[in-house]
């Protein structure tokens, strides 16, 4: 190929991925926002009232998906969190940046075997 074709071959990927980029942006603009609606709707008139039992936004954030998922589906939480799907539930999550779920396991794994070998 010649240089002018490579040359226009790279600004249309450029201005593909920009674009990309773009869409990408806008919906994750528009998930924060239902999130965001869900909370105020759902959660924000115990969580942001200081309601005994009820943890702010900030206490959590220090939750694993896991356990915020569990309390929403099963626990404390179940009757608030009826008729939320679970793509809304993770999204909430998402928006009250809870923790990722950790392999807790394989962490320790990684731990032990970063030991020398003879330290065991």
Same mark, same amino acid.
């Given at each position: 190929?010649d240089?002018?074709?490579?040359?226009?071959?790279?600004?249309?990927?450029?201005?593909?991925?920009?674009?990309?980029? @773009? $869409?990408?942006?806008?919906? #994750?603009s528009a998930?924060?926002? %239902?999130? +965001?609606?869900?909370?105020? +709707?759902?959660?924000?008139?115990? #969580? +942001?009232?200081?309601?005994?039992?009820?943890?702010?936004?900030? @206490?959590?954030s #220090? $939750?694993?998906? %896991? !356990?915020?998922q569990r309390?929403?589906?099963?626990?404390?939480?179940?009757?608030?969190? %009826?008729?939320?799907? @679970?793509? %809304?539930? @993770?999204?909430?999550? /998402?928006?009250?940046?809870? /923790?990722?779920?950790?392999n $807790?396991?394989?962490?320790?794994?990684?731990?032990?075997?970063?030991?020398?070998? !003879?330290?065991?």
């Open positions: 190929m240089k002018k074709l490579w040359k226009r071959m790279i600004v249309w990927l450029r201005l593909l991925s920009l674009f990309g980029i @773009a $869409l990408l942006a806008q919906d #994750h998930v924060s926002q %239902e999130s +965001e609606r869900l909370y105020r +709707e759902r959660c924000a008139r115990c #969580h +942001e009232t200081g309601i005994p039992r009820a943890p702010n936004r900030a @206490a959590m #220090h $939750l694993s998906m %896991e !356990n915020f309390t929403l589906t099963g626990g404390s939480m179940k009757t608030q969190a %009826e008729g939320l799907s @679970a793509k %809304e539930i @993770a999204a909430l999550g /998402q928006f009250l940046a809870v /923790q990722p779920t950790v $807790l396991r394989r962490n320790r794994q990684r731990k032990m075997s970063a030991l020398p070998r !003879n330290a065991l």
